[in-house]
């Protein structure tokens, strides 16, 4: 006498593997076939004792239906079939073509997704500027925003020619001219801090 058969017959293949995958882990059951019905429909079949099989069936529609509820044709557990029923169930040779192709799944384009840039609390929101953007103003508006210390954080993460190009705009220092274009980054960073420790 056969053991019990379980059912599940959905649209497309992804859902039919899902299917097969979710029974297979949830009791013991075997995989007895895979069938390609035709249409873009796939019966999976596995057999067991009544209780593993109606486990499998119910764990593997769940898992269809988490992918795609319309996807789930239709299931069925027989807990006792006949022995002729051996038959029908693998009864097509491997050799044999399908009726019909499985149609292809739709696949979406893809989006390229924009980095996002993340700005910790201790970082301040003008650290997002370019380099191009940052003059006299926008320093005096880190002042007042950040504080001395946080601007000259700022500061010394610059390179060494954008701060000379930003030392131009303070006539107020004690460098000038030719002394910013040979400036090495102490130097500059030294000067900002003498005139904002001042002014602060």
Known sequence: ????????????????????????????VSLLEKTKVGGGLISVTVTGDVAAVK???DAGAAAVERI???ALITRHVIPRPHEELV????????????DEPVPAPVQEPEIQAEPLVTVTEEESSCETLTVDTINRETVDT????DGFSETMKILEDMKVTELRTLAR??????IAG???????????????????????
Not at 169 to 174: A, D, L, R, V
């Open 1 to 28: 006498m056969m053991q019990a058969l379980g059912f599940i017959e959905t649209k497309g293949l992804l859902t039919a593997i899902e299917a097969a995958d979710a029974m297979l882990k949830a009791a013991d």
């Open 68 to 70: 795609d509820a319309k």
């Open 142 to 145: 880190w002042m007042k925003q």
């Open 87 to 98: 038959a029908v169930i693998g009864g097509g040779t491997p050799d044999e073509p399908d």
């Open 169 to 174: 705009e303070y006539p107020e220092f004690s």
């Open 178 to 200: 030719r002394e910013i274009s040979k400036a090495n980054k102490t130097l500059l960073l030294e000067e900002f801090g003498k005139y904002y420790g001042q002014n602060d």
């Open 55 to 57: 486990a499998a069936v």
